[in-house]
């Protein structure tokens, strides 16, 4: 799963700058042994303009965990107080999702509409995860041919090969072994629930609430199963399945579920007579939506087609990677089927949506690859990846094989530092868990296995909805008053429901 997939992909921090914060962190910074005192944070404006009230200050967290006094890494952490304190109940600690993805532009985005809707119940938290935005960060030095998010994909050539995508997974786990350094492989799952709980700490908070998305939901977990009784109320938005033989890989291939779970909202919406006017209806039926992306796809795999963006053309694989995108959100479906317009049309010249019209930062490719590969251990046979792709092709076409292809994680050089956490129904009844039925990047057959392993600690509120990230974003009316009044009010469902608005 990447995470909100464009969405999740990580403002940087150079690699000198990350050599410069660790020299700079002044002794009296550096991480202290459980149990004793964490330096306070010392807030102050934020660099880029933000919301009002918004303030930032940095975090001092171990690079190692096992040597809590030895070199730092730091995390750029934000808040927004609350603007009632006789209102206030506590601390909100917004998880952003990923890996890779960024908490401070996040609270940046959606701290106003968050905080009314909350009415001061919350200061608002958040923080850039190591490897991510303003926190320290490292890349592999990779070739920008393998920055784009359509190579770090590992997407099968267009006879469903994968020759190209093990040399190229070969490479850039090599290129990751090589520059990457300590902090490459400190980014992990777990890690970043010991960051949380630091977080915590400074902020002189005994618990926290949590509203945790997409990988953030995963994390989520990780933190309250580590640490419980440090649990107030909190929100799991769009999980996946936690199996801990699995985990990222098991999302991954999830995807080719997911798509096939989502595909049909936006093959109605292209189909509907309203996008006529709009030029952006596709078919006059639902049902010829599909095959039509189908063959275009395979048109564009045969004959790629000039774009916008000089050097990067429109290929069968870039018109799948837009496709996923758009399908997290109803308000990308507009732009999909532009692009699709475009492609079809001879006289025009397709413009590549933003994500795809370029390589990504190498700390960016690095945050969004490398902690798949230091959570879990993946398989490396390319022989048994050639027969799943093949076998995946047939099963679920929109995604061509990708989901059940090699990654750079199938020959990383290290293992895993630690075995990913179990999730169990071993803890507080204090989770709330929100998902939309028809979730392309979560599938609802995942957050039912997250369901499963929380047991009585957790309520569902299912939404018969699509999308991906559902409060306050891709979900319904219903699933926004759950949340809303299970973090204002502690009201939570007695069991699961379903919400159908």
């Known amino acids: ?103 401070v532009p996040r609270l940046t985005a959606k701290g106003a509409a968050l905080g009314k809707e909350l009415a001061g119940a919350y200061d608002l938290v958040t923080f850039d995860p190591r490897g991510t935005g303003g926190s320290s960060a490292a890349g592999c030095a990779l070739a920008a041919d393998d920055r784009h998010l359509v190579a770090l994909r590992s997407w099968p050539a267009p006879d469903g090969g994968i020759t190209e995508n093990a040399a190229r997974a070969r490479r850039i786990a090599a290129a990751c072994a090589r520059h990457g350094g300590a902090v490459l492989r400190s980014l992990s799952s777990a890690n970043e629930a010991r960051d949380i709980d630091r977080l915590r700490r400074a902020l002189g908070e005994e618990k926290l609430s949590a509203w945790a998305a997409s990988y953030g939901a995963y994390v ?60 952006l209806r596709l078919a006059e039926r639902p049902e010829d939506v599909r095959p039509l992306v189908l063959a275009l796809a395979a048109e564009l795999d045969r004959t790629p087609k000039e774009s916008a963006t000089k050097g990067v053309p429109l290929t069968g694989n870039l018109l799948r990677q837009a496709l996923l995108d758009a399908l997290y959100s109803d ?74 292809n090699l990654t750079p994680c199938s020959f990383w050089k290290e293992a895993p530092a630690e075995r990913p956490a179990r999730i169990t129904d071993q803890g507080p009844s204090n989770i709330l868990m929100l998902q939309n039925r028809r979730d392309p990047a979560t599938p609802y057959t995942g957050a039912l296995k997250m369901r499963q392993a929380l047991g009585g600690r957790a309520r569902l509120v299912t939404l018969e909805h699509g999308g991906h990230g559902a409060y306050l974003a891709n979900g319904t009316a219903c699933g926004d008053r759950a949340v809303t009044a299970f973090l204002t009010t502690g009201h939570r469902p007695r069991r699961d429901v379903r919400c159908t608005d």
């Open 220 to 279: 989520g977990a990780v933190y309250a199963q580590k640490y419980p009784r440090h649990t107030d109320r909190w929100v799991l938005d769009s999980s996946g399945d936690p199996d801990p033989s699995r985990v990222e890989r098991g999302w991954l291939a999830n995807l080719a579920v997911g798509t096939e779970d989502r595909f049909p909202d936006f093959a109605a919406w292209a189909a509907d007579p309203a996008r006529k006017d709009e030029g």
């Open 1 to 103: 799963m990447t995470t909100y997939p464009h969405r999740a992909l990580a403002l940087t921090l150079s690699a000198a700058a990350v050599a410069a914060t660790l020299a700079a962190l002044a002794p009296t910074a550096r991480a202290q042994a459980p149990g004793t005192t964490v330096p306070a944070l010392s807030w102050g404006p934020c660099a880029a303009p933000g919301l009002p009230r918004q303030e930032c200050a940095r975090l001092p967290v171990p690079l190692d965990y096992r040597d809590p006094n030895g070199p730092q890494l730091t995390l750029a952490v934000s808040r927004v107080r609350s603007d009632r304190p006789a209102a206030r109940r506590g601390t909100l600690l917004m998880i952003p999702g990923g890996p890779g993805g960024s908490g």
């Open 331 to 404: 308000a990308s479906f507009p732009g999909f089927a532009r692009l699709v317009r475009q492609a079809q049309d001879p006289d025009a010249t397709p413009v590549l949506p933003g994500a795809l019209a370029g390589p990504l930062p190498d700390e960016s490719a690095a945050a969004v690859l490398v902690t798949l590969c230091n959570d879990v251990r993946w398989p490396a046979s390319v022989p048994a990846h050639r027969r799943a792709v093949a076998a995946d092709r047939v099963r679920h076409p929109l995604t061509a094989g990708m989901p059940a």
